[in-house]
């Protein structure tokens, strides 16, 4: 349950800190420009750089959180100096909680862009700060008596990709660059799907990543033979080809006699994010 003394605050209209309001400023002070949007790849690498020296104890990858609950960040997880997770990407109006765990260790969360801080540092277990981010952007913050060891964090604001779908934009969200487009073949008899296309830095997609085609269409998946090993395993259906083909040529085909939505991901790349969908109509 929340706290008694927790702290809310809504949107950018909060422009000056806890932190200053209750005269604290014996801790280092981490400042730096607003940061551009993750489009940029000069912000992308410096996003890298950033979460490289993060000090969480799973991973650092952005955990794409756009369809999910708003979330909930946890500080001292594992009796760490860190953030759990260390890196989210959330949708604009959503409030993301930050819960204190354990009594021994004194923290905070304070933006780097001055955007959010909870104030002071305190351990007390169960103390809660929430933030609600009204507007798409980069946010990265720290708790500040152990920025140096690497308690650090961001909050990644994007408008989720829409398609009409919204099975299809859950399941292809933050993969392959994914905006929502839908390859319309719907008038076509025979589309055939690159296995192994150019993606997540190597060739560990599909293209097209998201297609419609018409029922009794056969769709054909073509390997590169590259990018190592792919395979087809479909999540809403029995069909596909579990086996691992390496070599280039057509591995598996499917004609699609019934309207639905069909998921499927390529099992040894799907982590990172070799990801498609048929729709059927």
Not at 13 to 30: D, E, H, I, K, R
Not at 180 to 199: K, N, Q, S, Y
Not at 248 to 259: A, C, K, L, S
Request: proline residues 5%; negative net charge.
């Amino acid at each position: 349950m929340p706290s008694s003394n927790r702290r809310t605050f809504l949107g950018a209209g909060v422009a000056l800190g806890l932190g200053s309001l209750a005269g604290f400023n014996g801790l280092q002070t981490y400042t730096t420009s607003s940061t551009p949007s993750t489009g940029e790849s000069g912000d992308r690498e410096s996003l890298d750089a950033w979460l490289a020296t993060a000090n969480d104890p799973q991973t650092q990858q952005v955990l794409d959180l756009r369809y999910d609950d708003p979330p909930t960040v946890y500080l001292g997880m594992s009796n760490t100096k860190s953030f759990s997770p260390p890196a989210i990407k959330i949708a604009p109006d959503t409030t993301v909680t930050w819960e204190w765990i354990g009594n021994n260790t004194e923290y905070n969360v304070a933006a780097i862009d001055e955007t959010f801080d909870s104030g002071q540092p305190v351990s007390e277990a169960g103390e809660t700060f929430e933030y609600t981010f009204e507007a798409e952007g980069t946010h990265r913050y720290v708790s500040e008596p152990h920025a140096d060891a690497g308690m650090k964090g961001v909050v990644v604001v994007e408008t989720a990709p829409s398609s009409g779908y919204p099975t299809v934009d859950e399941w292809l969200a933050g993969t392959n660059g994914y905006d929502g487009t839908i390859a319309d073949r719907t008038d076509a008899d025979l589309v055939e799907v690159a296995t192994g296309a150019e993606g997540a830095e190597g060739h560990f997609a599909f293209d097209p990543q998201a297609v419609k085609v018409s029922a009794g269409t056969t769709v054909r998946w073509s390997w590169t033979g590259r990018g190592g090993g792919h395979n087809v395993v479909f999540e809403d259906a029995d069909f596909g080809d579990e086996a691992i083909h390496v070599e280039p040529g057509v591995h598996f085909e499917e004609t699609f006699t019934e309207t639905g939505i069909f998921r499927y991901s390529c099992h040894p790349h799907r982590a990172i994010g070799q990801r498609g969908a048929v729709i059927v109509e």
